[in-house]
């Protein structure tokens, strides 16, 4: 069972079929989709779609599909990740390029920060990002993120680790 999060302008839901759109639209913009290996042709979008959804039901928590309140469109997705192999946990985001700048990304990541805290009972939320995405890291300082940590992942690439707190 996937919750359900509201937040003032927001919706995380379960993400489905009828997000493929979206998924594909992301992914099929280099540009936009960059650091999560785009682009994608639409068949290795809708991988990432099942995926995010085979996530939630392997470790209990996952990425959601972001709508607006106002009009029900999807404009990305916000979730915590942990695929098997991966030495941490992360919270994890992409917007539309239409939707960024606007704040969603922080309203969506707030909800999703505090469902780890209280409903997971996590003890940490925590994210790291390639050192050249300023966009997500802009985004974790605005959070109130803060280095713990610099290391290797197993890509071999290092990246900082930051701790999320509980707003
Ligand atoms: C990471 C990502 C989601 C951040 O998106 P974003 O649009 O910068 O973040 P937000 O939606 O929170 O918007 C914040 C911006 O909107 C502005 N803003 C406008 N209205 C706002 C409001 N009501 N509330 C808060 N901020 C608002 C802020 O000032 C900020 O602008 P700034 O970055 O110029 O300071 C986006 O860059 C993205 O999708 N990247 C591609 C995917 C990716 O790389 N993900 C990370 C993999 S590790």
Redesign the pocket.
Same mark, same amino acid.
């Given at each position: 069972m996937i919750p359900t999060l509201r937040t003032e302008r927001l919706v995380l839901r379960a993400p489905d079929a009828d997000d493929f759109a979206a998924y594909a639209a992301f992914f099929a913009d280099g540009e936009?989709s960059h650091?999560?290996g785009g682009p994608l042709r639409e068949d290795q979008a809708w991988r990432v779609l099942a995926l995010d959804l085979g996530h939630w039901r392997l470790r209990g928590y996952g990425r959601w599909a972001i709508a607006r309140r106002d009009t029900g469109e999807v404009i $990305?997705g916000c979730g915590l990740w942990w695929p098997e192999g991966w030495p941490r946990s992360e919270l994890?985001?992409?917007?539309l390029p239409s939707a960024?700048?606007?704040?969603?990304?922080?309203e969506a990541s707030r909800a999703a920060i505090a469902f780890g805290y209280d409903s997971l009972g996590w003890d940490l939320v925590q994210t790291h990002?390639?050192d050249a995405?300023r $966009?997500?890291r802009?985004?974790t300082e605005?959070l109130g993120g803060t280095v713990i940590a610099r290391e290797r992942f197993p890509d071999g690439k290092e990246r900082d680790v930051f701790a999320l707190p509980r707003s």
């Amino acid at each position: 069972m996937i919750p359900t999060l509201r937040t003032e302008r927001l919706v995380l839901r379960a993400p489905d079929a009828d997000d493929f759109a979206a998924y594909a639209a992301f992914f099929a913009d280099g540009e936009a989709s960059h650091f999560y290996g785009g682009p994608l042709r639409e068949d290795q979008a809708w991988r990432v779609l099942a995926l995010d959804l085979g996530h939630w039901r392997l470790r209990g928590y996952g990425r959601w599909a972001i709508a607006r309140r106002d009009t029900g469109e999807v404009i $990305g997705g916000c979730g915590l990740w942990w695929p098997e192999g991966w030495p941490r946990s992360e919270l994890t985001w992409w917007l539309l390029p239409s939707a960024r700048g606007t704040g969603y990304a922080t309203e969506a990541s707030r909800a999703a920060i505090a469902f780890g805290y209280d409903s997971l009972g996590w003890d940490l939320v925590q994210t790291h990002m390639d050192d050249a995405n300023r $966009g997500a890291r802009r985004l974790t300082e605005r959070l109130g993120g803060t280095v713990i940590a610099r290391e290797r992942f197993p890509d071999g690439k290092e990246r900082d680790v930051f701790a999320l707190p509980r707003s």
